[in-house]
C-alpha cells in the first residue's frame, strides 16, 4: 500500500506544480498585455505634445487638437520627439534668427539602423514640428552622416507634399 500512496503524492505534487505554472503563464500574460497597453498610451500622450501629428506612410500632417497654437516652445517640441524617439534623442535647440539648431549626439540609430525611409520619417516629424514654432523657418540638424541619413538644413518648403488632413 505505501508505493501506491507515494505514487499518487507524486502524481499530486505534478498536479499542483502544472496548475501553478499555468496561473503564473497566464499573470505574464496579463502583465505583458498590460505594458503594451501602457506603452500604447504613452505614446499617444508623447504625440499631445507636438503641434502635427504627422503619417508619413500617406503624406499627411493634422493639427494636434490638443494643444493651442503658439503656446509650444522649441524646448517642449524636442522633449516631445526625444520622448517619442527614444533611440535617436536631440540636444537642446539653439536659436539663430529664423533657424533651429538642434544636435544628434548619436546619431547610429537613425543612420544606420532606421532604414531610409525610417530616417526620412523622422526627419519630416522634426522638421514639420519644429517649423510650427512662430518665427522658426529653417531647422538645422547637426549629425554624424550615415547610411541613411546626413545633415542639413531643412525648411516647412520640404515637406510641402505633406497634405493637411482635419479632424
Not at 505514487?7 to 498536479?15: C, Y
Not at 502544472?18 to 501602457?38: H, M, V, Y
Not at 500604447?40 to 504625440?47: D, K, L, P
Amino acid at each position: 500500500m505505501k508505493p501506491k500512496i507515494k505514487i499518487i503524492a507524486v502524481f499530486v505534487l505534478l498536479g499542483s506544480f502544472a496548475i501553478q505554472c499555468n496561473e503564473r503563464s497566464a499573470e505574464s500574460t496579463l502583465t505583458a498585455s498590460d505594458t503594451t497597453a501602457q506603452a500604447g498610451t504613452m505614446a499617444s500622450e508623447r504625440q499631445l505634445h507636438l503641434p502635427w501629428l504627422i503619417d508619413t506612410e500617406y503624406k499627411t500632417k493634422k493639427r494636434n487638437s490638443f494643444l493651442k497654437s503658439g503656446i509650444y516652445t522649441a524646448g517642449h517640441i524636442v522633449a516631445a520627439l526625444n520622448a517619442k524617439y527614444p533611440e535617436v534623442q536631440l540636444l537642446q535647440p539653439a536659436m539663430l534668427n529664423d533657424t533651429l539648431w538642434v544636435k544628434i549626439d548619436n546619431s547610429n540609430y537613425l543612420t544606420q539602423q532606421m532604414g531610409s525611409s525610417g530616417a526620412a520619417s523622422y526627419l519630416a516629424d522634426i522638421v514639420i514640428n519644429l517649423t510650427a514654432i512662430d518665427g522658426v523657418n529653417y531647422v538645422k540638424i547637426d549629425f554624424e552622416e550615415g547610411s541613411h541619413a546626413a545633415p542639413g538644413t531643412w525648411t516647412k518648403k520640404d515637406f510641402a507634399d505633406f497634405k493637411e488632413i482635419a479632424d
